[in-house]
């Protein structure tokens, strides 16, 4: 079933323009929604054909039958309750039998328009939040992997592994690492040289090799490299580290977990040196990077260059939504009800045009929590709305609609 289909079988009994149109917050750019409410047929309500909610492929026109929208509103759902007091030239259609609940919309304001208002809220400053976070700190393309967060320890100092890896040509293919014992996230570094020497040397280049605890590097000896290779090749002369972490065929790293290696004893005085990792670090990382580039992807490009062109560092449009329902969830608490056309619109366009400061929004919405919290803490409001309320009205609504 299609919203057409809903207008021509005479089933919708209210239609309305909704959001910033109706907020008085629209900008030239702006869509008009639409929400609605309707009736289904007798036989489909008793039977399997109940459908409580049609929209287009958009959202951007949403229809609820009468049952889902009383439960909605009877939760006090910000996006739906609105419908109950829409300025009457956002009204596009409105069936006489729509009058029964506007009649009682009083009824439907609760306390609980203090957690459904000042919550969702809530969540679009986390949403502003995040955006924040995003357009400040943006995540570069290249990825990093887990040997970006470890560090190599030298008394009081510390360097990234991989400067230490790349300052002494070792490849991290080749080493070994054992934990210390009693001692979290510190491990001991190991170095395969003849395995280095054998597959990254060759006649022309460095031998690489330990002495007296420290990495040298001298040209191989004529003939030298070749007698190193063959008695490789007869076995015995690698100790078969499996590397700091694994590494796929592409340069990826599929894993966040570091790789133990078996040290043998005698190997044991050869350590190279101390390093932490940061396993937490690296795992918060990969989520945040694919948090980022998913938003990246996903991102509204035309409202990104907007909050990016006023360079205040948030979504200005979920913020401008934020203090708009606390600004409402406030007259509620006042005993003002639910007004759709806001007062305050020069304001708040302010907002949407990143003329405010992010901080002070921040700051400002906390300051309205808690009066809101104050507000509803002393308000006459009942606590819910009252279900056996709705049920009759819900059934005398059917009843007149099916003329039963």
Not at 153 to 180: R, T, V, W
Not at 233 to 258: A, C, T
Request: hydrophobic fraction near 35%; aromatic fraction near 12%; glycine fraction near 6%.
């Amino acid at each position: 079933m299609t919203i057409q289909d809903l207008k021509n079988k005479g089933m919708l009994i209210f239609e309305g323009i909704v959001g910033s149109q109706a907020y008085g917050t629209s900008t030239p750019t702006s869509d008009i929604d639409k929400k609605g409410v309707y009736i289904q047929p007798l036989e489909d309500i008793m039977g399997f054909g109940y459908i409580e909610q049609i929209s287009d492929e958009k959202n951007d026109q949403v229809y609820y039958e009468v049952r889902r929208f009383l439960e909605l509103i009877s939760t006090n759902n910000p996006n739906i309750i609105e419908l109950l007091n829409l300025p009457e030239e956002m009204i596009t259609y409105k069936h006489p039998i729509y009058d029964l609940i506007l009649e009682n919309k009083d009824k439907f304001i609760s306390k609980i328009c203090r957690h459904s208002f000042a919550g969702y809220a809530i969540a679009q400053i986390k949403k502003a939040r995040g955006l924040n976070k995003k357009i400040v700190n943006p995540i570069e393309k290249e990825r990093k992997n887990p040997l970006d967060f470890a560090y190599v320890h030298f008394g009081y100092n510390s360097i990234p592994l991989i400067k230490y890896l790349e300052d002494n040509s070792l490849n991290q293919k080749f080493c070994g690492i054992a934990n210390i014992p009693h001692a979290r996230d510190l491990y001991g570094l190991f170095y395969d040289f003849n395995a280095h020497n054998r597959f990254i040397g060759n006649a022309f280049s460095n031998m690489l090799f330990l002495q007296d605890g420290k990495i040298k590097k001298r040209p191989f000896k004529p003939g030298e490299w070749n007698e190193l290779k063959n008695k490789c090749l007869q076995g015995g002369q690698f100790l078969n580290y499996k590397g700091i972490v694994k590494e796929s065929e592409n340069g990826s790293f599929p894993s966040n977990e570091l790789r133990m290696s078996h040290i043998e004893k005698s190997e044991r005085n050869n350590m190279l040196c101390y390093f932490t990792y940061n396993k937490d670090g690296y795992t918060q990382y990969c989520k945040d990077y694919k948090e980022y580039w998913e938003w990246v992807e996903k991102r509204n490009q035309s409202r990104y260059n907007d909050n990016a062109k006023h360079g205040k560092g948030y979504d200005s449009k979920n913020m401008m939504h934020c203090h708009r329902l606390l600004d409402m969830a406030i007259e509620i608490g006042e005993g003002k009800g639910i007004i759709v056309r806001r007062p305050n619109i020069e304001y708040l366009l302010s907002i949407r045009n990143g003329e405010m400061d992010y901080d002070f929004l921040v700051s400002d919405a906390e300051r309205k929590i808690e009066l809101i919290d104050n507000l509803f803490d002393q308000s006459n409001l009942p606590e819910y709305v009252d279900k056996q309320f709705v049920n009759e009205l819900l059934i005398k609504i059917r009843k007149e609609f099916y003329k039963l």
